[in-house]
């Protein structure tokens, strides 16, 4: 079985539950992501370490990592 992700404008949402429900085909609306903990933590880590200065701008990551 597959599974689709999509993202519906409002009307397109209205049209597309219509779809599915004409063809009796089971849908779970989803309006709710949550990200995992250890996701949502490693965002805090980012977010801390910026706050603390411990970063280096595009330009610097460029100069030190050159595309070749």
Not at 1 to 10: F, H, L, Q, S
């Amino acid at each position: 079985m597959a599974a689709y992700v999509i993202y519906p404008t409002d009307e397109q949402e209205k049209f597309m539950k219509a779809f599915l429900e004409a063809l009796e085909i089971s849908f779970v609306k989803d309006d709710e992501v949550e990200l995992p903990k250890h996701v949502l933590q490693g965002i805090a880590r980012g977010q801390a370490d910026i706050e603390a200065g411990r970063f280096v701008t595009f330009e610097e990551f460029k100069k030190k990592f050159p595309v070749k």
